[in-house]
Structures are given as structure tokens and as C-alpha cells.
């Protein structure tokens, strides 16, 4: 599987942003896809989850501001984050699960995303 991620930045505390991320090398439709983020010096950790069937779960910390859906004529998936707060930075990656529900090896390299207080 190859990811693309994309759509970080620079954003103030209170403000949005919209993730994208294209996964190719896959039958997109099948697979349940994940957003992960690693804050500096931390661990990677699970954000959201949208199933093959549209079930979405959040982390408790996102739970109410951000929003994953996709799109799977496009191969994309989303994240649109709103609220921002400046314990949302960090590096955003996705990935698909496998049929053992663990992500794929391959993480791409991910969208830093920068909320300034």
C-alpha cells in the first residue's frame, strides 16, 4: 500500500483544517481506514477509524470536533478537524488495517499539522 497524506499547516488555537489522505495499491473499499497522529517526542496513536461500511470511532480527546469520512471513488480518506487546540499538533499519518485489523508496515511520511496558542 502506498499513502499519501496531506492538507497540514500552520493553524491558531480554535481554528480548522481538512486531512487528506490517498491510498493506492489497494482495493480502497475494502479496507477499514485509520488516522493516526505522533505529537513531538511521543507515541503514535489512533485518532479515528471509518470502516469499509461507514462506522466511524473516535479517540476520546478528538471526540465531538473532529470528523473522518471518505470517499472511495477518490481512494481518500479524511479528517476535518475543527476546534483546534495546541495539544492537536503533531505528525498526522493514515493507514489501511489488514484482515488481523493491524496497520499495514508502510506509513508514508505523513502532514504535520501546528496549532500556535
Known amino acids: 500500500v502506498q499513502l499519501q497524506a496531506s492538507g497540514g499547516g500552520l493553524v491558531q488555537a480554535g481554528g480548522s483544517l481538512r486531512l487528506s489522505c490517498e491510498a493506492s495499491?489497494?482495493?480502497?473499499?475494502?479496507?477499514?481506514m485509520v488516522w493516526y497522529r505522533q505529537p513531538p517526542g511521543k507515541e503514535r496513536d489512533v485518532v479515528a477509524i471509518i470502516t469499509s461500511t461507514g462506522s466511524t470511532n473516535y479517540a476520546s480527546s478528538v471526540k465531538g470536533r473532529f470528523t473522518i469520512s471518505r470517499e472511495n471513488a477518490q481512494n481518500t480518506v479524511y479528517l476535518q478537524m475543527n476546534s483546534l487546540k495546541p495539544e492537536d499538533t503533531a505528525v498526522y499519518y493514515c493507514?489501511?488495517?489488514?484482515?488481523?485489523?493491524?496497520?499495514?508496515?508502510?506509513w508514508g511520511q505523513g502532514t504535520l499539522v501546528t496549532v500556535s496558542s
Open positions: 495499491g489497494i482495493d480502497f473499499k475494502l479496507y477499514d
Open positions: 493507514n489501511a488495517l489488514t484482515w488481523n485489523k493491524k496497520p499495514f508496515a508502510s
